[in-house]
């Protein structure tokens, strides 16, 4: 009986690789980027800084790995699964900007055996921004979006408005809330711890490996009129429904970072992740209304301590 064999190839980076993926296809061969060859751990990141000769604007940045290759196929014929493995063999990079030196690899090891499919692990769904906030939900969840979408519109101790001009926040509660969201400032604001859990839980997740930048916005696109912006944003603040189809179609707060240190994240994906969170919680009853107000059940000290020290 013919049964289908698999053939690896393993080597070691000699410098990074740049890929759009951890793992890519090519033809019938499956190539992983790996942080060892004793565990299916994820590389180590790096990011690629590259100065443009007569130009001053902060270097154009390029996610790449650190690690290992591993290229496997599987196949009933012998030869065709070694001619494939072969092909792999005869190169010495891999990846994007090959001729820069990026990709290079040292093969150290192949092998070939009998095929065994593993079963594979549920994966773990990815949270995807609404296009909309979707059905109506609760004043109290309203009010609690508004206040997360107008949080960091406001000048604040530990930092100016994030698009320069401070936006009029004319609910009291919403507008005490956002001013003292990062001072430890504690009264019965019902809003302000919760816009405390979300910003640093939503730093938590996103903010993985610093990357400084030094300027807000990518200012060499063209400028942003500020002005304009935090008018059409007071304008929609007494709706939370205008207020986030405003935030998700919004191309300039794409091009303004949420962090000067950690300069991977639009201001407009923390704000979206943010409410989306929330929302997320609500539908799971982890964030539940009760007598008029929002009681967070979120009850994981560790996790608390943890996002509160990323919430800067």
């Not at 751990?41 to 154009?60: F, S």
């Not at 004043?139 to 609690?144: A, D, G, I, M, T």
Request: aromatic residues 10%.
């Amino acid at each position: 009986m013919v049964t289908k064999r698999i053939f690896t190839l393993e080597g070691k980076l000699l410098t990074p690789i740049i890929t759009p993926s951890l793992v890519t296809k090519n033809g019938s061969c499956r190539c992983k980027v790996l942080r060892n060859l004793t565990s299916e751990k994820k590389p180590l990141r790096t990011y690629i800084g590259k100065l443009v000769k007569g130009e001053r604007k902060a270097p154009a940045k390029q996610l790449a790995y650190r690690g290992f290759v591993r290229i496997t196929t599987v196949d009933w014929n012998n030869e065709r699964g070694r001619k494939n493995i072969q092909n792999f063999f005869k190169r010495e990079h891999l990846g994007k900007k090959t001729n820069e030196g990026f990709g290079m690899v040292q093969w150290v090891n192949y092998k070939e055996g009998p095929y065994k499919p593993v079963e594979q692990e549920q994966k773990r769904k990815k949270l995807k921004f609404r296009k909309g906030l979707g059905p109506n939900y609760p004043k109290e969840l309203q009010r609690l979006i508004i206040a997360l979408m107008l949080h960091d519109f406001v000048h604040t101790e530990k930092h100016p408005s994030k698009i320069f001009k401070e936006i009029t926040i004319n609910d009291v509660e919403i507008r005490t809330a956002c001013l003292n969201h990062h001072n430890g400032t504690t009264n019965e604001n019902i809003l302000l711890p919760l816009i405390r859990y979300y910003d640093g839980l939503a730093s938590y997740i996103t903010r993985k490996k610093p990357f400084k930048t030094l300027t807000r916005y990518d200012y060499q696109n063209g400028k942003i009129a500020f002005e304009q912006l935090a008018e059409e944003i007071e304008e929609r603040q007494d709706s939370a429904y205008k207020l986030y189809n405003y935030i998700y179609y919004s191309k300039e707060l794409k091009r303004i970072v949420e962090s000067m240190t950690y300069g991977q994240n639009s201001l407009r994906n923390h704000l979206l992740l943010m409410v989306n969170l929330a929302i997320n919680d609500y539908l799971s009853r982890k964030i539940i209304i009760a007598n008029g107000a929002i009681i967070n059940r979120n009850n994981n000290q560790k996790t608390k301590k943890s996002i509160s020290e990323s919430a800067t």
